[in-house]
């Protein structure tokens, strides 16, 4: 084989490796001060209805998922993200999303809803490294 061949062979076959060391992630914010858990069924808990329950939230309603977060957060299953912190989005699931956020190893799920996928456009006042409270 020809040193030329040999060559783009080698490129043809880093491609693939390259793509996948560069394409996981995408950079985002967090839109709003929220809660993100290591697992989506400790999330998902917080909102969890009874059987026939209606679907609009009370005060008590959000009183009880606001303890739950505390508590998990001193546990250390879940974390607050602050608004405007940046993350990664690691993984979509539906309306639930994986996000790591900048400098952690550890991904968090969190509601779609609660992440800005575009935070250069946010609003002026957004703070861009906010504090994380474990």
């Not at 606001?66 to 974390?79: L, N, Q, R």
């Not at 968090?108 to 935070?119: E, G, Q, R």
Request: charged share 25%.
């Amino acid at each position: 084989m020809s040193p030329v061949a040999r060559l783009a062979a080698l490129l043809l076959l880093g491609m693939p490796v390259l793509a996948l060391a560069q394409s996981p992630a995408y950079s985002a914010a967090a839109k709003a001060t929220f809660f993100a858990c290591k697992t989506r069924p400790v999330f998902k808990k917080a909102f969890e209805r009874p059987a026939g329950k209606a679907d609009q939230d009370t005060k008590d309603d959000k009183d009880k998922r606001e303890a739950y977060f505390k508590a998990k957060v001193a546990s250390g299953d879940c974390t607050q993200l602050a608004r405007g912190e940046e993350v990664s989005v690691d993984q979509r699931d539906g309306d639930l999303w994986c996000v790591r956020p900048s400098g952690d190893l550890d991904c968090y799920w969190t509601a779609d809803k609660a992440i800005d996928l575009n935070p250069s456009a946010s609003p002026a006042g957004a703070q861009p490294h906010g504090s994380r409270h474990h």
